[in-house]
């Protein structure tokens, strides 16, 4: 059998394809303003990857954000459920899950890959991929170098504000006073890992944690999450598919 998982989120529409459970096959582009549109390209995209047509895919289960959306789906299930499930195929000792997006930051707590309890931050943005999009905009450097910046610093800057607004003119604040670029993005990393922590820690979660969501990405924001919460992370090769690769797994259930 074959069968898709389309996580439509906010940032990046992720389409995964699963072939008896075995050969997985996937791609990711930007959302952008059309989630319709981003998921009938990722599909498109992943289809010519794997040299099918669509008459050969069996089912198509939606996820994220834009789920609902998209109407040639057979079925829409939750985010949390998506990523307990694609996890848990990866990783089967699992037992908690630090998913940090676009838009939100989750942290589920799981048991063979069944939810048992999630929290979940999408009021705002602090601890979330648009937090650490503004305040890169505010240190003038590339989203995609913020990390590595971080893993340079010496001497951390305290950033105090969560709202990313003020934590906004909090960046510029320091820059006057002379802190290197480095030291704020350490401490803009670390702020975001502590608002996280005190998430997971909450829920009771003290190992076999798996860190997905394209924040996943970023080693500073591991590194600091580790330091947090005193554990080692998994981190799949592509953390940013797992809530694709939960959907496409069941549509084979």
Known sequence: MISVGIDAGSATTKAVLVNGG???IHTVRPTAFDF?????????????LAGINKTDVDRIYSTGYGRNSIRFADKAIS????????????????NGIIDIGGQDSKVISVNN??????????KCAAGTGKFLEYTARALEVPIEELGNLALASRTPA???SMCTVFAESEVISL????????????GLIESIARR????????GIKQNVAFVGGVAKNAAIKEALEKELDISLYVPPEPQITGALGAALYGIS
């Not at 985010?79 to 990783?91: D, F, K, S």
Request: glycine letters at 4%; charged letters at 25%; one cysteine or more.
């Open 196 to 203: 996280v922590a005190v998430m997971a820690r909450q829920l």
């Open 22 to 24: 075995q050969n997985i």
């Open 113 to 122: 890959g069944r939810v048992t309890d999630f929290l979940m931050n999408d």
């Open 79 to 94: 985010e949390i459920t998506a990523h307990a499930r694609g996890v848990y195929h990866l990783y089967p000792d699992v």
């Open 175 to 186: 820059r006057a006073r002379g802190f290197t670029r480095e030291d704020i993005a350490a």
């Open 36 to 48: 319709v549109s981003a998921a009938e390209m990722a599909y498109k995209d992943m289809l010519s």
């Open 158 to 160: 305290c950033i105090t």
